[in-house]
């Protein structure tokens, strides 16, 4: 889902998202050390899950700047993850920020 709109995701469900999806493989990993048990590991993704969306909707919002509260380490992880985001059709994401931009202002 798109951020904003009636059905889309804001910020907050962003922020949870992209955090759990660090998150959920490190417990993958680290959870079969602990216990054998799917169950168990089920559970504690859901748990890491639930965490993820507790911090992401509870923390205070940030002033249009989504990802403001996450440290650098996670900015670039996130940022190295999604290497295509921003890069449609070849435009950088900060031109094509401006030519939608443009486009609202024309239709005004």
């Known amino acids: 889902r798109k951020p904003g709109g009636v059905w889309g995701?804001?910020?907050a469900e962003k922020k949870a998202l992209?955090?759990?999806f660090l998150i959920t493989p490190v417990?993958?990993?680290?959870m079969p050390a602990i216990t054998k048990n799917p169950p168990d590991i089920f559970w504690a993704n859901l748990v890491a899950l639930g965490?993820?969306?507790?911090?992401?909707?509870?923390s205070p919002d940030d002033a249009g700047d989504d990802d403001?509260?996450?440290p650098a380490p996670i900015k670039f992880?996130?940022?190295?993850?999604d290497f295509g985001a921003g890069?449609?059709?070849g435009a950088p994401m900060e031109l094509r920020e401006k030519m939608e931009e443009?486009?609202?202002l024309e239709q005004a």
């Open 9 to 11: 995701m804001n910020g």
């Open 77 to 81: 992880a996130l940022k190295a993850l």
């Open 18 to 20: 992209d955090i759990s």
């Open 102 to 104: 443009q486009a609202r």
């Open 27 to 30: 417990v993958n990993l680290a």
């Open 68 to 70: 403001a509260s996450l």
């Open 87 to 89: 890069r449609e059709r």
């Open 51 to 58: 965490a993820c969306y507790g911090y992401g909707f509870l």
